[in-house]
């Protein structure tokens, strides 16, 4: 079921426990696909920023790809380690909206202070990958779990999101 190849295998082995079954090596096989591709997308940036600097560029353009590594960085160790499910619910006692909120700032801040980078580069990926990840936040939220699409649209939409922001900064 697609439900056992977009979810996080610990949600998915989690689930099968409930029934009385045993975990699969596909559970979670696109979740971890993603965390592979989004690493990429934590190294390419940080070692782009390290030539940049040493080659003395401009600090808005080695300081931009610094604050996309980090940002990627904060993303991915939400997305492995459920951060905004479990994780940090239960450090902070904070809601899982005011998680993502505080994700938004992040992002919206990151996409302000470097608006002119971004914008010479070209954005297009970048909007794709905002677009996707905004799409699966919406369908986690507003599309029952019952609904047949709504595991595909919310984790497959994340998951394109992903290889288009780790293509962006590529």
């Excluded at 949600?11 to 965390?35: D, I, K, N, P």
């Excluded at 992040?106 to 954005?123: K, M, S, T």
Aim: proline letters at 4%; one cysteine or more.
């Amino acid at each position: 079921p697609p439900a056992e190849l977009f979810r996080d295998p610990i949600a998915v082995a989690y689930a099968a426990a409930q029934r009385g079954e045993c975990c699969r090596v596909h559970f979670g096989a696109l979740s971890q696909l993603g965390a592979i591709i989004w690493s990429g997308a934590i190294f390419i940036p940080l070692f782009a920023a390290g030539i940049l600097y040493a080659r003395r560029y401009p600090a808005r353009v080695w300081q931009c790809m610094t604050a996309a590594g980090i940002l990627t960085a904060i993303l991915i160790i939400d997305e492995v380690y459920q951060g905004h499910e479990i994780v940090y619910r239960k450090l902070t006692g904070l809601p899982e909206s005011a998680i993502f909120a505080g994700y938004a700032v992040l992002v919206l801040a990151y996409l302000v202070f470097f608006r002119r980078e971004i914008l010479r580069v070209g954005p297009g990926l970048l909007m794709v990958s905002v677009a996707a990840f905004a799409f699966s936040l919406v369908t986690d939220k507003f599309v029952s779990e019952s609904v047949a699409w709504h595991r595909v649209g919310e984790d497959g939409s994340k998951l394109i999101g992903i290889w288009a922001w780790t293509g962006f900064h590529w």
